[in-house]
């Protein structure tokens, strides 16, 4: 599952939209962005039409919860090791 910041942002006190006001800023459905924010992954434009958006590299936004535990997991090693 792709995990990411969609909602945070969206809500965030520079952006505070609805589902719908963001969907229609990227020009997709309401039911594209509750889709994304349940962990659907983008497509690659859609990808790159949010980062834009948000004005953010989209790997400040979406991630891969296993990949993030694994790397913890490593830097946990390295520190008690």
């Known amino acids: 599952m792709l995990k990411n910041k969609i909602k945070y942002l969206r809500r965030s006190e520079k952006f505070d939209l609805t589902q719908e ?3 229609a800023k ?3 459905s309401r ?3 509750n889709e994304l924010e349940k962990g659907r992954a983008p497509s ?3 990808l790159l ?7 953010m590299d989209p790997r ?3 991630f891969i919860d296993c990949v993030v535990s694994n790397l913890q ?3 946990d090693k390295v520190s008690t090791g």
């Open 21 to 23: 006001q963001l969907a």
């Open 26 to 28: 990227l020009g997709v």
């Open 31 to 33: 039911q594209t962005i």
């Open 44 to 46: 690659a434009e859609l």
């Open 49 to 55: 039409k949010i980062s834009s958006f948000f004005n």
């Open 60 to 62: 400040d936004i979406f």
């Open 73 to 75: 997991s490593d830097s």
